[in-house]
């Protein structure tokens, strides 16, 4: 599924929280969901993060989506559970500018 097709609604990409909450939140990412992610791949409009199939994984990653949905409302975002435990995938995409925000997070050292 593309991200940002012709015709979307355009969002200004500020993240709402706090200085301080969004480091805390860096802080959680990579203690909970990054240190998991088996490969990074870029696509035109955003990243794909591949895991390995995790039971324990599902909750902290709707978790965080849920609560990124709030602070982010610019992201999309897809979570594929993959057949046969083949694992699981989250892409997190957008409109114009999105994949660069999401670069600078992982620039911020938010994998390990």
């Avoid at 969002?11 to 990054?34: G, M, V, Y």
């Avoid at 199939?53 to 709030?70: M, S, T």
Wanted: neutral net charge.
């Amino acid at each position: 599924m593309a991200c940002g097709r012709p015709g979307s609604i355009s969002t200004e990409l500020t993240c709402l929280l706090t200085d301080p909450e969004l480091a805390e939140r860096k802080k959680a990412l990579k203690k909970e969901i990054f240190y998991r992610v088996k490969k990074v791949k870029e696509s035109d409009d955003g990243y794909l993060f591949s895991f390995d199939d995790d039971e324990q994984l599902l909750p902290k990653l709707f978790g965080y989506i849920v609560a990124e949905k709030k602070c982010c409302p610019f992201f999309q975002q897809d979570v594929s559970i993959r057949s046969n435990n083949a694992g699981i995938t989250w892409k997190v995409c957008g409109q114009d500018g999105v994949k660069q925000v999401i670069r600078q997070m992982l620039e911020e050292n938010i994998l390990p």
